[in-house]
């Protein structure tokens, strides 16, 4: 195997070239074998790279003009896959100059290229986009789909808790346990694709996870469960859910604390409590939602991501590249399939 | 109209009757121009009455030996209806004993005991399940529905979008902002059934709200929104995602203030900080679930539920009672119809 490379889409998010090379150059002082191609306006990134010459040594600088818009349709976006920063950074993916792409521009559009390029892996009927979250213990928690699909049949859930296994094999280097998203109101429990996809991954042996039923939504971030497996839509609503109570308790908290000169000081006083939980919290420690279930590594870092923020997304790339992902994937599907096979259901 | 009377289910939450009791009492406090019927094991009623003279001399007590259990099946418990203490309240509200019950059983039996004794009011296809949550401002947020109905089409979140409506007036006293709860991955956005009822609702005249579109789950408790829709699955999705996210919170909270000396300093200096946090959040200070659309009223209070809990679930009955929720829900859907008289629309 060639040095492995992850291209940069040095355009995308909301700080644009230097947060994204700054980010670029904290990872690379982690995984010191990467090289890095970097993609959009030439001037711009060589004087971000003034700055980080350990990065400057291993990089090569693709040029381009054109970026995709935060706003801009997907359809549209797609129309300038060969001129976009974006665009090149996948296409360099596709055409095995780079193992993995990191963007940090639209979401649909990294999407809809990303799959126009570099296609569903075999086995995998629809990619899904996965993130990780922090849990009460030490251990994160990966949820998918998020929004790459807005519906899912038992089908492409099964399909997705194989996908999200393998990424939490990688995190973790453990059996992972995986549930599917579901809510417990008695009688009505569920849909018959939960049933069904439960059924299959029940039944499923020589998979590579600990399967055991459903999780609800307020036992996800408990640190009990590693995956948790649903639809775009319930993914999406769940975890924005996640994420804006996040924010709502700590705005509260601080609203509390800076009620009276008395919270004050106490603030003040416990501040490397309230670091800690900050630290816990802080989205940066955990950015880098990754498309699953294509030929190729590509990684959404957060538009508002710190240096830090890219640097965490980078690496998730680097270690995913590292950990050879799309063949993990490939040696459960098989497992799946060969069992299919052997004891063909309906 | 006589004396209004509220049915509650002595027997139902995980502390039984003595908190059932408890929080009628401190209920009646607030509004003493109620009646109560109490359902359930007479002599442990009135061991609880015992301490509640002000309850005792404005109740009736309706003996009975069956309670409900918290796993049991809904179609099992519907079979007792005319024997539990819940099936008894409810029929109460259906007999005209009471005008509204509140039990904190079993939600599934609950919920299918309701619709069968009180059955759906006149323009409403399905009941649904409401709940208030608190948000940064003043102002509470309601969400339904929360799992009556795992799917709901365009015609149902209509519905959904005008009993909410009229329950938020109710608190709020003022033209609620009601919104379609989606998810905002560009292309993708939405399903029809989503699209379809914003354009109902936008296109409708007279409806006393202020509909604009759709939210997303991390804004429902910025205090930018009053009314939250959604179907069930995604609606107890996001419910319990919030809940669950709050309780994650104050978890880390409390073991990164306890994590050394002088965080256990600063903890005990801000109390007053965090006793703020914790009533804002406290879900006692929310408690009391409501089934829209049916002709009655029927609260659900949390299983777990303190008696200041019980208290807040039997003071929105009262509430509801008061401002006659089901004539204003009427009035809404009257003002949709006409409108579809004057205008058919496919």
Redesign the interface.
């Known amino acids: 195997m060639t040095t492995p490379r992850i291209a940069i889409d040095a355009m995308g998010g909301d700080e644009g070239v230097r947060v994204m090379i700054e980010g670029a150059a904290e990872a690379r002082r982690r995984h010191d074998q990467f090289q890095f191609l970097l993609v959009g306006d030439e001037t711009r990134i060589q004087a971000a790279l003034a700055e980080h010459p350990n990065l400057r040594g291993t990089s090569e600088i693709l040029h381009c003009d054109d970026v995709v818009g935060g706003d801009e349709?997907?359809?549209q976006a797609l129309r300038r896959a060969k001129t976009t920063s974006m665009g090149l950074a996948v296409n360099a993916v596709k055409q095995g100059n780079a193992g993995a792409a990191v963007s940090a521009g639209?979401?649909?559009?990294l999407m809809?290229m990303s799959k126009l390029a570099l296609r569903t892996m075999p086995g995998i009927d629809r990619p899904a986009l996965a993130a990780v979250m922090p849990?009460?213990e030490d251990d994160d928690v990966i949820m998918l789909d998020l929004?790459?699909?807005?519906?899912a049949d038992a089908r492409n859930l099964v399909q997705f808790a194989i996908m999200g296994a393998a990424y939490s094999r990688i995190i973790l280097g453990r059996k992972p346990r995986v549930r599917l998203?579901n809510?417990?109101?008695?009688?009505?429990k569920?849909?018959d694709r939960l049933r069904d996809a439960a059924a299959e991954l029940q039944e499923a042996t020589g998979l590579d996870m600990d399967f055991d039923g459903y999780v609800?939504?307020?036992?996800?971030?408990?640190g009990e469960v590693d995956v948790v497996v649903t639809d775009?839509?319930?993914g999406?609503?769940?975890l924005?859910?996640?994420?804006?109570?996040?924010?709502?308790?700590?705005?509260?908290?601080r609203a509390?604390?800076t009620?009276?000169i008395?919270?004050k000081?106490?603030?003040?006083?416990?501040?490397?409590?309230?670091e800690?939980?900050k630290h816990?919290?802080d989205p940066n420690n955990h950015n880098g939602a990754v498309f699953l279930g294509l030929n190729g590594v590509v990684v959404k870092s957060h538009g508002s991501a710190t240096a830090g923020g890219v640097a965490h997304a980078v690496t998730v790339a680097a270690k995913l590249l590292e950990a050879n992902l799309t063949d993990r994937i490939t040696a459960d599907l098989n497992a799946l399939q060969s069992r299919a096979q052997g004891a063909p259901t309906e």
């Not at 639209?106 to 559009?109: I, K, L, P, R, S």
């Not at 809510?183 to 009505?188: A, D």
């Not at 924005?240 to 908290?253: H, M, P, Q, S």
């Open positions: 349709i997907p359809t639209n979401t649909g559009a809809a849990t009460l929004g790459a699909n807005t519906e998203l809510i417990g109101t008695e009688e009505i569920g849909f609800e939504s307020d036992k996800i971030n408990r775009g839509f319930s999406n609503i769940a924005k859910a996640i994420e804006g109570t996040a924010r709502f308790v700590t705005d509260l908290l509390a604390f009620s009276s008395r919270s000081v106490g603030f003040l006083v416990s501040r490397p409590a309230t800690l939980l816990h919290l």
